[in-house]
């Protein structure tokens, strides 16, 4: 069992940053599989980052350049630096952990354990 806490989100003006971070309880080191997927207000829940126990990441194409997703085992953390935030990144953001299948990295099919999400708005 792991359970996932969110935290760092808030309103923001578009250009600007936060860095979100996912509180892990239990052993990261168990699942090598984690990840940020968010969900904007009418629209279905999507993959942005994942990062694995190797330290490789898959980034959604609309982040790319803009967002960094780590983890830091020693802490149980796993984070998620947004930068140069626009209006469409406003969404619910969620952490997820402990991969199920062999489903893309960024698929909300892959993974077992939620964090109950943190809220990003992004005003122009």
């Known amino acids: 069992q792991l359970q996932l806490v969110e935290s760092g989100g808030g309103p923001v003006q578009a250009g600007g940053s936060f860095r979100l971070s996912c509180a892990i309880s239990g052993d990261i080191g168990s699942t090598r599989c984690t990840a940020w997927l968010r969900q904007a207000p009418g629209k279905e829940r999507v993959g942005v980052a994942a990062?694995?126990?190797?330290?490789?990441?898959t980034y959604a194409d609309s982040v790319k350049g803009r967002f960094t997703v780590s983890r830091d085992n020693a802490k149980n953390t796993l984070y998620l630096q947004t930068d140069r935030l626009r209006p469409e990144d406003t969404a619910m953001y969620y952490c997820?952990?402990?991969?199920?299948?062999?489903?893309?990295?960024?698929?909300?099919?892959?993974?077992?354990?939620w964090g109950q999400g943190t809220q990003v708005t992004v005003s122009s």
């Open positions: 990062v694995n126990g190797d330290a490789i990441t």
């Open positions: 997820a952990a402990y991969c199920t299948n062999a489903a893309s990295r960024l698929s909300v099919f892959k993974y077992k354990y």
